[in-house]
């Protein structure tokens, strides 16, 4: 049997998806810049494809802006604000994503103050110090994330949104984890720009959106033609944001049903792994249903001389997982976030991530193997 539990990193793309992406590989063919029919029919699909992301959300479709991903819809928000709003000072976490974390180390050699907000040893946010964060400068960014992919905390959006008003602070959410996964109203959400990428929710690879809240205005990262209203040059990827829509509009109406089939498959992983391996623990608090995203399970291992090799065997064994991020994958460095948590060093770490395409018997496989691989090599 081969198994797939690494959803954090992509997803598989859904086959309503790609049928309703293959008449813009094949046939509508047109530039959605030139003034032609082609080229109209085509300009229909993408507005068409924004308005659906927009009603999703709760938000106008001026609101949305395509991008290649995730980490360019993170760079062009945290950028783009700190040029063009006079932003001096950053509050961010050290456990973000690093689309963020190396975007914030860049401004910060370029002058910018850069403050860290406090986390316990689950890595949760400390609330009360990013209220003394706020309060002590003006001109102020915080950006963090409403999911964290490696351990799934969730951040209270709700809560650092009425913050930030408050303090009239500019608020950025990378919500790329969550994003489809959780309803995002936002009317109710007091944020100025959140993130999408389709390849999270089994829409296609290389495409993406940032909302940005009408109220704020800024000027385009990557410059060219006159595109997505002339915030970002360059042809629009199509048949990607064809893509996104149908998997956005796919996501939100099965989401009860996707997510009570995961939060089932990730409590019998927990189970599974309590009941073979003595002295078994989650990091962050990803085995709390109800303070993780409910797709990512990273489990700490007792440990052991030969846990790097854990993930190798499993491989060999059918069972694709990570130990980490896998934006970060080829790096002989460890998992930054892992770092930051107050854990044995030796101890080993496997984030497996579920989608709804994932069964019990997979479970229960990858369990056993896990399972036998760590008897195998303590023994």
Do not use: W
């Not at 914030?104 to 946010?125: M, T, W």
């Not at 997505?228 to 989401?255: D, Q």
């Amino acid at each position: 049997m081969k198994v797939y539990f690494d959803n954090a990193a992509t997803t598989a793309i859904d086959m309503e998806v790609f049928e309703a992406m293959k008449p813009y590989m094949l046939e509508h063919f047109g530039n959605p810049s030139s003034i032609h029919s082609h080229g109209r029919q085509v300009r229909t699909a993408i507005e068409r494809s924004r308005k659906k992301v927009a009603d999703l959300l709760n938000a106008a479709p001026a609101e949305i802006f395509f991008t290649s991903g995730g980490t360019e819809a993170d760079n062009t928000a945290i950028r783009c604000t700190v040029s063009d709003k006079g932003i001096k000072h950053i509050i961010t976490s050290k456990i973000e994503h690093h689309a963020v974390l190396h975007t914030v180390e860049a401004l910060e050699k370029r002058g910018i103050e850069v403050s860290y907000v406090d986390l316990n040893d689950k890595g949760q946010v400390n609330y009360d110090h990013l209220e003394e964060l706020l309060k002590s400068k003006p001109n102020t960014l915080v950006t963090l994330m409403h999911a964290n992919n490696e351990i799934g905390n969730l951040l209270e959006l709700e809560r650092v949104g009425e913050m930030c008003k408050e303090h009239d602070a500019c608020f950025h959410s990378d919500t790329v984890q969550s994003m489809a996964h959780y309803t995002h109203d936002m009317r109710q959400l007091d944020l100025d720009f959140a993130v999408g990428s389709a390849h999270k929710f089994h829409g296609p690879k290389g495409i993406g959106f940032l909302y940005i809240n009408h109220e704020n205005k800024i000027h385009p990262f990557i410059h060219g033609g006159a595109q997505e209203r002339n915030m970002r040059g360059g042809t629009e990827n199509v048949y990607g944001i064809v893509g996104l829509a149908k998997a956005m509009e796919i996501a939100y109406a099965e989401m009860s049903s996707h997510r009570k089939h995961i939060e089932g498959l990730k409590t019998r992983m927990i189970e599974k792994l309590k009941s073979t391996i003595e002295g078994v623990s989650f990091n962050g608090v990803s085995d709390d249903l109800d303070q993780s995203l409910y797709t990512v399970l990273n489990v700490c291992l007792p440990p052991n001389d030969d846990n790097d090799m854990l993930l190798f065997n499993l491989d060999i064994e059918g069972v694709s997982a990570s130990g980490g991020s896998a934006c970060s994958s080829g790096s002989s460095i460890g998992s930054h976030v892992l770092a930051e948590l107050n854990r044995d060093q030796n101890r080993g770490a496997i984030r497996f991530s579920f989608s709804k395409y994932n069964t019990l018997e997979e479970v229960d496989y990858a369990a056993d193997k896990v399972a036998k691989l760590y008897q195998t090599e303590t023994a």
